[in-house]
């Protein structure tokens, strides 16, 4: 069973505009993590939002965390081009990351 | 600085064949994982290795065997291949299985069984 899952499953937008991609998780977790994947690609790490958090920035990146509602978002400002790929969301939990099916993000420029 | 380095990237498999994806890391990561993507889908976990000599299983882990003799190396043994086994594969490492350790993986090994 998938810890995560991710809303929309796929995103298109034009350059410039914000991008925002939602999560559910089923069961307690320690941190949550986003990843992004280009096409064909390995999957690199975002940022990680600790249980006790409820708001991280990390550049163009925010990401927020409710655990009453078991649900976290990823916000994109300003999207580029490059920005396209898919977003996944993990949770995890004594260590072990368990990911959700994904956000398909295309910017068109 | 090579990160995780997953040989071979690609592999045609009959079905009953055996085979092993090697994975490999240059960072001194205690945590090691390997993780299976399915077209269109999130990865699920099928074997995971807190240090050396010790492996767990995952969410997905029948026919597949995995050994860590080294902290750098993370072998996933495919027993009897089955069509049901084509899929992308990839490794991940972590500093260790704490709470805020991010996942660093590789580009993956993508296995078709006929």
């Known amino acids: 069973s998938q810890q995560g899952e991710e809303d929309p499953q796929a995103l298109s937008i034009q350059e410039g505009e914000n991008a925002t991609m939602n999560c559910s998780y089923k069961?307690?977790?320690?941190?949550l993590q986003w990843y992004r994947q280009n096409s064909g690609r390995g999957l690199v790490h975002l940022i990680l939002?600790?249980?006790?958090?409820r708001e991280k920035h990390s550049g163009r990146l925010r990401v927020t965390l409710d655990t009453s509602k078991k649900s976290s978002s990823l916000l994109i400002t300003a999207s580029r081009a490059a920005d396209t790929a898919s977003y996944f969301c993990a949770g995890t939990n004594a260590g072990k990351s368990t990911f959700g099916d994904g956000t398909t993000l295309t910017v068109k420029p | 600085n090579a990160g995780v380095t997953q040989t071979p990237k690609f592999q045609v498999l009959k079905t009953g064949q055996s085979m092993t994806l090697q994975c490999a890391q240059d960072?001194?990561?205690?945590?090691m994982s390997w993780y299976r993507q399915d077209p269109g889908m999130g990865l699920r976990l099928i074997h995971y290795?807190?240090?050396?000599?010790?492996?767990d299983q995952g969410e997905v882990p029948n026919g597949y065997n995995v050994s860590r003799s080294t902290t750098e190396d993370f072998p996933l043994r495919l027993l009897s291949a089955a069509p049901s086994q084509t899929s992308v594969y990839f490794c991940?490492?972590?500093?260790?299985?704490?709470?805020?350790?991010?996942?660093?993986f590789g580009n993956g090994t993508r296995l078709t069984v006929t």
């Open positions: 991940a490492s972590s500093f260790r299985q704490s709470y805020n350790s991010p996942l660093h």
């Open positions: 069961t307690s977790i320690n941190n």
């Open positions: 960072m001194n990561h205690e945590y």
């Open positions: 290795s807190v240090g050396a000599g010790i492996t």
């Open positions: 939002i600790r249980s006790n958090e």
